[in-house]
């Protein structure tokens, strides 16, 4: 089966090696000609486990292929899928479709053949059918279905989420299109990966209420934290107690800085200007990022407060700037939000991270300071922040790091720590919702 992959980022990549993975035939495609050189020399453009060896396995067995040029590969393939970005729109939340829109009118000339367009980014109910539409438009002659194939991989553990997935969505409206995608995901078979097909619009909606609900989880969770500080509970017994209830589960019940990263925050917004469009009320996701935005804003009060009142001259260490670990992605990032206000009230931030700094250098302001030493982040500072909870940060050396500071101030925006071995170690320990 020939498979072509438009937009070679995170899913692009990861998608399309594990289709190669599955035995297909697969060019990925970019626009970005550093990108695809890079990814010809055989190096992985973003730090995502695993992938780096997989990719090399099957371009070596000659499954795997990346290019600039769509035209010159889309005619033989069986399936194009779409997995370019959609960013939230400027100024107005709803989802930039225009990278969307661009791929397919790229497509339509060039396809020879039946061929299924599938969307694997995350669009807006319709916008299957609105592909349809221009590929029909660009090309009448075209012999084509759409379909939708939300992708719902993690970063940090996409590989296994595309090999392990807890289902594959199936939106199609042709039988036809419906073989060829159940013949490609075939190898999941094997682990019985339960393959629920649907209609268009049904499956567009799946991957934006999936997300929207795991936010709620967060900004739930958040919620509650804030409570169990005033009522002198602990979020994580909280957290443990309700996540033991089968119905409600554990996961997605950890109290922090809010989410963030490349799909919640644009994902919410864009089912509310979904919702809006169609004259339906979202006032539950409304709250969710409310709640969400509160919370950031939070992490700075609590921060401040932990200094005294004041971050004006102060030094701060903060360990990881990346929205999750096991990732470089800074989109959304909590850090974006929280680190900027200190530095204008005159803070001064000394960061580790162990993959995001690059990323971080270009969407950090520019007094921002990096160590790659994680014991520097102690160095004489005020105070230090953990943002993000890299493996690294969970075993630290906690008396060879409060030697280094100026005050033993420890603010654990994770809960990684404990409270009590925080003061046996003789730091003030501030954390979230405990
Ligand atoms: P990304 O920004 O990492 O990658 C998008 C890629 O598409 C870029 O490399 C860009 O150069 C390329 N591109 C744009 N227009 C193109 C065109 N016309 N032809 C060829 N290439 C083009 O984005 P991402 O994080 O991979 O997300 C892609 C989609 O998948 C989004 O809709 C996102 O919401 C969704 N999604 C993302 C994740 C995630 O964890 N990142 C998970 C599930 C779903």
Redesign the pocket.
Known sequence: MKVVM???????LVSGTCFAEFGADVVC????EK?VERLKNGEIPIYEPGLEDLVAKNVREGRLSFTTK?GEVAGSADLVFI????PSRRGDGFADLS?VY??AR?VAPHLQGYTVIVD????PVGTARNVSRLIRETNPQADFDVASNP?????GAAISDFMRPDRVVIGVDSPRAEKLLRELYRPLNLIEAPILATGLESAELIKYASNAFLATKISFINEISMLCESVGADVHAVAKGMGMDKRIGSKFLHAGPGYGG??FPK?TQALVRIAQEHGVSSRIVESVIEVNAAQKARMIKKIREALGGSEAGKRIGVLGLTFKPETDDMRDAPALSILPPLIEKGARILAHDPQGVHEAKSMLPAEVEYTEDIYRVFDGVDAVVLMTEWNVYRGLDLARAGKAMREKVFIDLRNVYEKESMVAHGYRYVCVGR
């Open positions: 438009i937009g070679t980022g995170y899913v692009g495609v970019d626009v970005d990108k769509l997995a370019v970005g959609t990278y661009e791929a790229q694997k980014s995350t669009v992708e719902f991989l993690r970063e490349s799909c994902d």
